[in-house]
């Protein structure tokens, strides 16, 4: 799925992936409704919803 204002960006759910794409992750979205006992320790960037 593409956006119309983010032409160079490509969304798509990971689920529709078989075996591993070994594509790193760059920023968790949506913590602000995460399980509080889920700790995400990794450095990434969060936001509490969409990144602008």
């Known amino acids: 799925m593409t956006i ?3 032409p160079a960006a490509l969304y798509l759910a990971l689920g529709a992936i078989e075996g591993n ?3 790193p992750a760059g920023y968790h979205i949506f913590v602000g409704s995460k399980a509080e006992w889920y700790p995400i320790t990794d450095g990434l960037p969060q936001f509490f919803e969409e990144p602008d």
Request: hydrophobic letters at 15%; glycine letters at 0%.
């Open 4 to 6: 119309s204002n983010e």
């Open 21 to 23: 794409p070994e594509l």
